[in-house]
């Protein structure tokens, strides 16, 4: 049986193992997905002892995503990019890092909920590994341009600059927030609401029109999504979708099967509160 595991700190109750093992079961491939907490300096230690241990493949979480990258022996290009690694490919020299978050969200949004992205005007909240794991795919889906804001101006200055696309993106302060307008889609990938400390948000930043996604799913995306809600943004969404989305591209990179998400959507909303 091949050996999988997702590591990340805290990571008791990720859902992560109920997913594959529901992949599993659906395309008849054994494996074994279990969880690693590992604090921050344990990364490298934890990870080494899984593959001396058999794994061939894990997903990275909170908070390691970025020390992933800087931990394998190649990267995707599509990992490359975001310099964050959600996903650990096990080759005969090391580890492959890939990131699977930037097309699980744009699958979610476009094929679950229906969302047409392109030309919508985005703004993202946060510059962390979230906002840089999915802030390409965004801008390969069509977006229009895509402000950043994020509570250290010099990570969204360095976000901004890294995407490399200057006439699109435009990174602003949190005090510019009031007078930069409406969005079309409104992305939170900052972690304040994990402390409850989302920072005031002005109505006027949501329309009619507007989608509003926290990449946070459960009690974690309750604030956020009921400011959207109240803000009037037409769709507010969780970042559940996401996570089972980032999941079936990561199964299909370890076993090259894509397994059918919907079914699996379900029984885990159905699970989950
Ligand atoms: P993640 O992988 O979840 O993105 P991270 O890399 O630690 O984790 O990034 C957390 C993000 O949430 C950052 O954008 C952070 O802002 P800073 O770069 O200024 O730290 C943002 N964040 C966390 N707590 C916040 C708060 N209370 N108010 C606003 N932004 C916050």
Redesign the pocket.
């Known amino acids: 049986v091949k050996r999988f595991a997702v590591i990340g700190h805290p990571v008791a109750h990720s859902l992560s193992p109920r997913i594959h093992a529901a992949f599993g079961k659906q395309t008849g491939i054994a494996l074994e997905y279990t969880t690693i907490d590992a604090e921050p300096e344990q990364f490298d230690v934890r990870l080494a002892e899984f593959a001396a241990e058999g794994g061939v493949g894990a997903n990275v979480t ?2 390691h ?2 020390r992933a990258a800087a931990f394998c022996t190649s990267l995707t290009e599509r990992a490359r990019r975001a310099g ?1 690694v959600n996903t650990l490919i096990r080759t005969g020299t090391g580890w492959e890092g890939d990131n699977t978050d930037g097309v699980g969200l744009v699958r979610d949004l476009t094929e679950r909920h229906g969302l047409d992205l392109r030309e919508r005007r985005t703004l993202l ?9 999915v802030a390409p795919a965004l801008l390969d889906a069509g977006i229009g341009d895509l402000f950043i804001i ?3 101006p010099e ?1 969204a200055d360095a976000l901004a600059d890294a995407l490399a696309q200057p006439g699109r993106v435009h990174p602003r302060y ?1 005090s510019d927030i009031a007078s930069i307008g409406t969005f079309d889609l409104i992305v939170n ?4 609401t ?2 409850a ?3 005031t948000l002005p109505v006027a930043l949501a329309g009619p029109r507007t989608a509003a996604v926290d ?1 946070s799913y459960g009690e974690v995306a309750i604030p956020f999504l009921a400011w959207a809600r109240a803000a009037g943004a037409h769709d507010c969404i969780d970042g559940l979708g996401m996570l089972v989305e980032q999941a079936a591209e990561s199964f299909q990179r370890w076993h090259n099967v894509r397994p059918e998400t919907d079914a699996v959507y379900a029984a885990i909303l159905a699970g989950h509160d």
């Open positions: 909170l908070p995503k970025g964050a909240l946060g510059a962390g590994g979230a906002a840089r794991g994020n509570r250290t990570r949190f990938a900052t972690s304040a994990r402390d400390k989302l920072p990449l």
